[in-house]
DNA sequence: TGTACATCAGTGAACGCGCGTTCACTGATGTAC
DNA sequence: TGTACATCAGTGAACGCGCGTTCACTGATGTAC
């Protein structure tokens, strides 16, 4: 019967995502390195070879978290975009930055997954390129749709790009940046290195005795230069 | 005799830095949690045991790879400063950042060490702050020979600091900035950060398929854009 | 609708491994008289 | 200079632990006739 072949897959699906649940809380409190199959197993009550059933390996359920993180980040990046109106260029790259300052503090494991050290002896599989790419994606739309509107215009006196750049700005440009400038598309990249950047340091404790205040103000005003350089202006 | 003694501690300051050699390769292939007292003690022919008589424990070791991690870097920052004119402001901004991205590039997992993920259950001991430190005093060393020879100025137009960095900007100006701005000490932290979240996120894997050129060319482009935007001027 | 068979989930024992740390010990190296 | 003693380096066995993965198995759930 088909209804009760798809309520056996629900229990399955659901058990799934429990196991990733369980082992994302273990890396919370472990770290990378400490996520066992053996613990997770402990603690939903199982034997730890009836995991072998759900994930074939530990480096698969790796994988797994690790997708499931960069999705994390890619959805709440595309909300926080789309919760603002289209023609507000610079709120939306304001929404987009601290929506995943955000998610990281929520998530700091998750995060630290992703935008860590790699795991060493760990290679990712292509599977997880596609979920890492969505942050981009909404970062490239708004330059794109603010260029369009006429809204982009990079601070003069800047460093042009070096002419090697040329070869790797063209699959970008093709793949995101619609008709950007080499100068800009890699501006952007620095944009949005410098926005990651400081959520690293704030996450990885290179702020501690350092900003202390108001980390959140501090953010701002880094994602404030940052659409500063890029000459990003809101609509009006 | 005085001799004998100081022989006898030769050999024992010898076999510390050997161990921390022999870890320091570990690290490098397993990552942080690689790293294990009997791997070393396997490789140096001793039995596991031994190395207590050197290094109280696992976390011990630990501490010492990330002091001494932390003073090559400081090493290597002042150094590439010491190599320029001192009038030469720009010159020495680039030398350092270029140093730090050399480094890391030299020594991949003693970064990773300091700039990843932090060691879940492992707290970083206060030993670790002096060494942590000298990166930052070169940096800032840099900016305050700037300005007080008139070379410093602020590009005009970037957001200022929230009111609440004041807070933080004084112990860092009693500190290191002597007479620079809040302004400028947000800026500076913020260009410190750039620079090695561009160093992460090229050590770590970010700019797979997005930068593939010419890497280097586009780490000057970005510590020459964060120049810039000191407003930071070689002598002429 | 009822029965025979196939699929799947979960068990429990085992393999072989590595780890940090402690402890009582043997020798060698240094020190004091 | 020679001897008695103290310090130190390194040994080897052991404790108690956790890990990933495999394998033959029992029952339960689903499928086909």
Not at 30 to 35: F, R, Y
Not at 95 to 104: E, F, G, Q
């Amino acid at each position: 019967m088909n209804a009760s072949r798809t309520a056996r897959e629900r229990v399955r699906a659901e058990l799934i995502s429990e196991i990733k649940e369980v082992a994302r809380r273990q890396l919370a409190i472990e770290g990378t390195s400490g996520l066992s199959l053996r613990a997770v197993a402990r603690e939903l009550g199982m034997v730890s070879s009836a995991i072998y059933r759900y994930f074939p390996s530990r480096d698969e359920l790796l994988t797994a978290l690790i997708i499931e993180a960069f999705n994390a980040v890619g959805a709440a990046v595309e909300e926080a975009d789309a919760a603002c109106p289209r023609d507000r260029h610079l709120d939306r790259w304001m929404a987009v930055c601290r929506s995943i300052r955000t998610w990281a503090l929520a998530h700091p494991s998750e995060y630290a997954l992703i935008h860590g050290s790699p795991v060493p002896g760990y290679v990712a599989p292509q599977d997880t390129a596609v979920a890492a790419a969505r942050d981009g994606i909404v970062f490239a739309a708004i330059l794109r749709d603010a260029d369009e509107a006429g809204r982009l215009s990079p601070l003069p006196g800047l460093p042009p790009a070096p002419e090697s750049f040329a070869a790797d700005a063209g699959p970008l440009r093709e793949a995101l940046f619609s008709t950007l400038s080499d100068d800009l598309i890699l501006r952007a990249l620095e944009s949005w290195t410098a926005i990651y950047g400081s959520v690293s340091f704030e996450l990885f404790g290179m702020y501690k005795n350092v900003i202390e205040q108001d980390r959140a103000a501090a953010f701002d005003h880094t994602a404030a230069t940052q659409a500063h350089l890029l000459g990003l202006t809101a609509a009006g």
